[in-house]
């Protein structure tokens, strides 16, 4: 069995599955936890290949149920998507590893002071960031949900609403009472101040 170094970096990387098992968590989440293989490492537009450097690999984390007992079906498709996985968690076996190159993506995640390197997306081998957007669906979703309250919001912003009430300034603090035998002492006046 190769033995390997773990992931000393954040990026993107071309990497294979060697281990894979599935995981529950007291929460009542459930996870396929999957180590790779580090091959090539994104550099701009390049891959730089890592067959000459010592074996290195990485661990994620993909929750395929959420801890409310719900399908992460984003989750469940990125792993049909890259790695072919059918769906079925019986098939999650230390002897049936996916057979395939996949793209990942490791961030730094620190516990206890201590740095290690985790994957946080997985993808097909040849992906190409898009740059985040949603597609048109996904887009109208959220607009059905949240819309009128968001333009509500972005309205008032926009001072077409009405202005929200301004907080009233505080009373002015009375001077503190004179000391006995001074209460009808006046302060000294300053001609300048004088209205005329």
């Known amino acids: 069995m190769t033995e390997y170094a773990d992931l000393d970096r954040a990026g993107t990387f071309k990497a294979k599955p060697v281990f894979w098992t599935v995981r529950k968590f007291d929460s009542g989440a459930v996870a396929i936890n999957m180590q790779f293989e580090i091959l090539s490492q994104q550099d701009g537009e390049d891959w730089i290949s890592w067959a000459e450097v010592s074996p290195h690999a990485a661990w994620g984390s993909f929750f395929i149920v959420k801890k409310d007992g719900t399908i992460n079906s984003r989750t469940v498709e990125d792993l049909v998507a890259s790695i072919g996985w059918d769906g079925d968690p019986e098939g999650v076996t230390p002897d049936k590893v996916p057979d395939c190159v996949v793209q990942i993506t490791t961030e730094a995640d620190v516990y206890k002071g201590e740095t290690r390197y985790k994957v946080q997306w997985i993808n097909q081998e040849n992906y190409v960031h898009q740059g985040g957007g949603l597609s048109a669906d996904e887009l109208r979703e959220i607009n059905a949900v949240y ?34 035998g001074f209460e009808n002492v006046q302060p000294p006046v300053d001609e300048d101040d004088l209205p005329f």
Do not use: D, I, Y
């Open 147 to 180: 819309g009128s309250r968001l333009r509500a919001v972005a309205s008032a912003a926009k001072g077409v609403a009405p202005p929200l009430a301004k907080e009233p300034k505080p009373l002015a603090k009375e001077p503190p009472p004179a000391p006995p």
